[in-house]
């Protein structure tokens, strides 16, 4: 893959705007329970690893303005457990809410422990799909040089990932936003039989405040619900 100077310049971005983030996110008090409300279909939250529900704010407040109730799994915190350990605890958060016709919504990471859900952990069928924003489905050549076990299972090696893409019956009930360019996974978030949406741009982090991501969010959302909307892939 050739990296050409407006991908570098994407790359410094999108680290600008983490930093930005992460900042917010630890002097924001919001509460995440003020965005339980609403008559839309319901919005679980699943951040990226070492991130928390605050990462994804922006996209959260727009989802919500819409009408569908947010909910934030606590027991995730910054996202380093494992993928079936995440898995379990927003399986065990969705039963004990008592929710259904649920749609996750996730970043990096979450796109992995959504699927995983989705596989082995969905027997009352509570979730009606999922949308993915810079998934490592196919996980990231990079991850092999990375020393934290949180960032090293993202190898495209990895059990949890290779078991991921053996199953592509769930696919069609998932869809995937990515960047042209994506700094961090070189492989793309395109996934066989999924709904894919790729946005002109650079960017892993910056996505989640990018306009035509939201607005893609928001599209996909509204096809929930509808016998012939386009919450699954044609």
């Keep these: 893959m050739t990296v050409g100077i407006r991908d570098l310049l994407s790359w410094a971005q999108d680290y600008a705007y983490a930093a930005n983030r992460q900042l917010r996110a630890l002097t924001s008090r919001e509460s995440p329970r003020g965005f339980q409300t609403g008559d839309g279909c319901p919005v679980v939250i699943i951040p990226g690893v070492y991130e928390t529900w605050k ?7 727009r989802v919500h303005d819409a009408g569908h109730p947010v909910y934030v799994v606590d027991r995730l915190s910054w996202n380093i457990a494992s993928v079936p350990d995440a898995a379990r605890h927003v399986a065990d958060f969705i039963a004990d809410e008592h929710l259904t016709d649920v749609v996750l919504l996730a970043h990096s990471k979450g796109g992995l422990i959504g699927k995983f859900v989705m596989i082995g ?22 991850a092999k040089y990375m020393l934290p076990p949180s960032l090293r299972s993202f190898a495209a090696r990895n059990k949890h990932i290779i078991g991921l893409n053996e199953n592509t019956k769930t696919n069609r009930k998932i869809t995937s936003i990515f960047a042209r360019f994506d700094p961090h996974i ?25 306009v035509r991501v939201i607005d893609a969010v928001m599209t996909v959302l509204a096809g929930f619900g509808h016998p012939n909307g386009i919450a699954s892939a044609e």
Aim: hydrophobic share 45%; aromatic share 10%.
């Design 186 to 210: 070189p492989e793309g978030s395109a996934l066989a039989g999924a709904r894919n949406f790729e946005i002109d741009t650079g960017g892993h982090f910056r996505l989640l405040a990018d």
């Design 55 to 61: 990462f994804l704010q922006p996209l959260i407040k």
């Design 121 to 142: 952990h969905d027997a009352d069928s509570r979730i009606a799909g999922m949308i993915a924003v810079a998934a490592p489905f196919s996980g990231s050549t990079y």
